[in-house]
């Protein structure tokens, strides 16, 4: 059956315009009548300061601020605790 377009809720034609009829439909089947909200962000932030900690080579703060899009500040305080981590030695 084919879906129309003109008489769909705002959400759906706007998911409608994104992914398409099938899609839509099976985003509707899964999640019909449930609230759903997305985060400001996505990516998890535990995993990204994990990953930032992996990267940071000592001269790279802009870039991964740029990268992941947190500040400068958050950064340094995620570096700076994972050396106070690593000096107290494993858990």
Not at 8 to 32: H, K
Request: aromatic share 10%; no cysteine.
């Amino acid at each position: 059956m084919s879906m129309r377009v003109d008489l769909l809720q705002e959400s759906y034609a706007q998911l409608y315009e994104l992914l398409g009829e099938d899609l839509t439909e099976q985003v509707y089947e899964m999640y019909r009548g449930r609230q759903i909200s997305f985060p400001m962000r996505l990516y998890n932030r535990d995993k990204v300061a994990k990953q930032i900690v992996e990267e940071y080579d000592g001269h790279n703060l802009a870039q991964l601020t740029k990268k992941y899009d947190y500040s400068q500040r958050w950064i340094r305080q995620i570096i700076q605790k994972s050396r106070e981590d690593a000096k107290q030695g494993p858990k």
